[in-house]
Nanobody, 122 residues
């Protein structure tokens, strides 16, 4: 059973940075694809970024491209989401999720973390 635990959320001002962490247990990161999704109040869960643990290939939503960077630290079986130039519209609960293959569809992910709140406000 794969388990994921997110951390790193918080309250920041527009233009600030945050780094989210997702610790993966139960399977090696090299055998998984891991994605970050986010869900704002009253909105559907949306894809932000993903990484193929085997190849290291990454994929980003247009809304975060150039500002967010997803990366994996294999020795710690951990995936990070570095978020720069944060905007109020980035406010959401951020979830990491794992699947066998990389995809941007939430329904394709079998394993989810509990989520971490990110609030961007002045």
């Amino acid at each position: 059973q794969v388990q994921l635990v997110e951390s790193g959320g918080g309250l920041v001002q527009p233009g600030d940075s945050l780094r989210l962490s997702c610790v993966v247990s139960g399977r090696s990161l090299t055998r998984l694809a891991v994605a970050w999704f986010r869900q704002a109040p009253g909105k559907e869960r949306e894809f932000a970024a993903d990484i193929s643990g085997n190849s290291g290939h990454t994929h980003y939503a247009d809304s975060v491209k150039g500002r967010f960077t997803i990366s994996g630290e294999y020795a710690r079986n951990t995936v990070f989401l570095q978020m720069n130039m944060l905007k109020p519209e980035d406010t959401a609960v951020y979830y990491c999720a794992a699947a066998n293959l990389r995809t941007s569809r939430p329904s394709d992910y079998d394993f989810w973390g509990q989520g971490t709140q990110v609030t961007v406000s002045s």
